[in-house]
């Protein structure tokens, strides 16, 4: 079982529509919890980091259950230029310094 | 404020070989990490170094080796390069260390092993 768990999709939306994407990990020890976001061929960037309370930033919101060991991203009112892939990411402890990531959902908005 | 940087973009190499990849991390930040997305697949951890030491290192052969320097580059050397060590290696940097902390990532190294 991987370590990281992604729905792969593709998810194909119309822009302005609501797109949920899910995540598992398997290791209950588990501290950090991360969206980030890749374009074709680049760098990840950090979209945002993942709170146990939940937290939103703009149209971007993310949930953690650690209960279940899942963590969530909604994207409300998609863009154009939301299309990328987004992969979930998780840390173990400040003693690894090693980020697990998952395999990415891949998101295309079309007009 | 400066984001990390990596050089070469690109590197061609033949098999056998020894790749040196560069890496500079944001200012103020002393831990750096050194990751490989080989095509198709996720981004898999290699190396971290913090305050000049290695701190972990990933599921990758001894030919993988790296160092950090006082000032906080960091460079990652491939030995005997294969051809399956084609791949993006990308570096990233964190305010302080350990997976607490959100890491900010370098748009990577390109390298091909023909």
């Known amino acids: 079982r991987k370590e990281v768990e992604q729905d792969p999709g593709p998810f194909n939306v119309p822009e302005g529509a609501t797109v949920a994407f899910n995540c598992t990990y398997s290791?209950?020890?588990?501290?950090?919890f991360f969206w980030y976001r890749q374009d074709c061929r680049k760098e990840p960037k950090l979209l945002m980091s993942?709170?146990?309370s939940g937290n939103e930033d703009g149209r971007f919101t993310a949930q953690l259950n650690r209960a279940s060991q899942y963590i969530s991203l909604l994207i409300r009112d998609s863009k154009l230029s939301d299309s990328a892939t987004y992969l979930c990411v998780v840390g173990y402890s400040s003693n690894t310094g090693k980020l697990i990531f998952g395999q990415g959902t891949t998101l295309q908005v079309k007009p | 404020e400066a984001g990390v940087t990596q050089s070469p973009t690109h590197l061609i190499k033949t098999r056998g070989q020894q790749a040196t990849l560069r890496c500079s991390p944001i200012?103020?930040?002393?831990?750096v990490y050194w990751y490989q997305q080989a095509l198709g697949l996720g981004l898999q951890f290699l190396l971290w170094?913090?305050?000049?030491?290695?701190?972990n290192r990933g599921n990758f052969p001894p030919r993988f080796s790296g160092r950090q320097f006082p000032n906080y580059s960091s460079e990652l050397n491939v030995n005997a390069l294969e051809l399956e060590d084609s791949a993006l290696y990308l570096c990233a940097s964190s305010l302080a260390r350990g997976a607490y902390n959100e890491q900010f990532f370098g748009p990577g190294t390109r390298l091909t092993v023909l």
């Open positions: 200012s103020g930040h002393t831990s």
């Open positions: 993942v709170y146990s």
């Open positions: 290791n209950s020890a588990s501290q950090s």
């Open positions: 170094y913090d305050e000049g030491e290695e701190r």
